[in-house]
């Protein structure tokens, strides 16, 4: 089986299991079930490609695959309580155009609209989906023990993020500026970007897996270009004081990006 047959049925499959959250969701009226599980078509999808590779003795699985498959695995299923004020960002214009579509009867335009984001959300993944095909050596190399440590510190940043916000969930009229948050404006933005390099790095180990570095700047783009200025404005509205948070907090690194 070819790289290009491998991506192809992990896509279809990707696509179908997005479908089927999607009109679980339209039966309930609400849009929470997709939002909640907007990354579960992922989840599903991994198993698929270790099956195929596995069973079609495309090569064998190593430690690297492991790793990178558990770390994203853990991420998946975290992201099923947590990121959701993201993902609304996220989502927010195909929900409405959606929204529209359904009450047009437009139902190609809302396959449509299902297909590219799927696609997004497929291409984010390529550093997955690329070692699980051919994987590479199974001993561990600098770049992977780096990998893993960069993606791990990722993870923790996220947990210490959340965290906080629990803390500070019982008084939504301030903004939280504890913990990480007190160090740069997006610290969830920040973990997110530090697991995605985590499983690239892992990914330069696997063979022919070069073309995945298009996720990584895919994911970047967009957490760079669509999420954080949507957020900035979002809290801006809400919160009077954010505007003084941003003179005096980073976006991202100890550098002042304004």
């Known amino acids: 089986m070819s790289n290009f047959e491998f991506l192809i049925i992990l896509f279809i499959f990707n696509f179908s299991s997005f479908l089927i959250i999607f009109f679980r969701s339209l039966l309930k ?10 990354f579960l078509p ?17 090569s064998d699985i190593s430690s690297r695959q492991l790793i990178a498959n558990i770390l994203i695995l853990f991420w998946c299923l975290k992201s099923f309580s947590t990121y959701n004020s993201l993902k609304k960002i996220l989502l927010n214009d ?14 190609l335009k809302i396959i449509w609209s299902l297909l590219k984001v799927s696609s997004i959300q497929f291409i984010c993944f ?31 940043i996220e947990l210490l993020s959340e965290r906080e916000l629990k803390v500070s ?7 939280v ?4 948050w007190s160090f740069v404006r997006h610290p969830n933005l920040v973990g997110i970007f530090f697991v ?8 330069l180990n696997a063979v022919g897996s ?27 509205l809400k919160y009077s004081e954010y505007s003084k948070y941003m003179e005096t907090v980073p976006k991202f690194f100890t550098l002042k990006l304004k």
Do not use: H
Not at 127 to 141: R, T, V
Not at 169 to 175: E, F, L, R, V
Not at 196 to 203: E, I, K, N, P, W
């Open 29 to 38: 009226k609400s849009p929470r079930l997709l939002i909640k599980y907007l």
């Open 42 to 58: 992922i989840l599903l999808t991994l198993p698929l490609s270790l099956f195929l590779q596995s069973n079609l003795s495309i």
């Open 94 to 107: 195909l929900l409405d155009g959606l929204r529209e579509s359904i009450l047009r009867k437009e139902f």
């Open 126 to 156: 390529s550093s997955l989906f690329s070692i699980n095909y051919l994987s590479g050596y199974s001993e561990l190399k600098i770049l992977d023990i780096l990998g893993i440590f960069v993606c791990i510190f990722g993870i923790i």
């Open 169 to 175: 969930s019982n008084n939504k009229s301030k903004i």
């Open 177 to 180: 500026i504890t913990g990480p």
């Open 196 to 203: 995605f390099l985590g499983v690239q790095m892992l990914a």
């Open 210 to 236: 070069d073309w995945s570095l298009l996720g990584l700047f895919f994911l970047s783009f967009i957490i760079f270009k669509g999420l954080l200025p949507k957020t900035e404005n979002k809290l801006n």
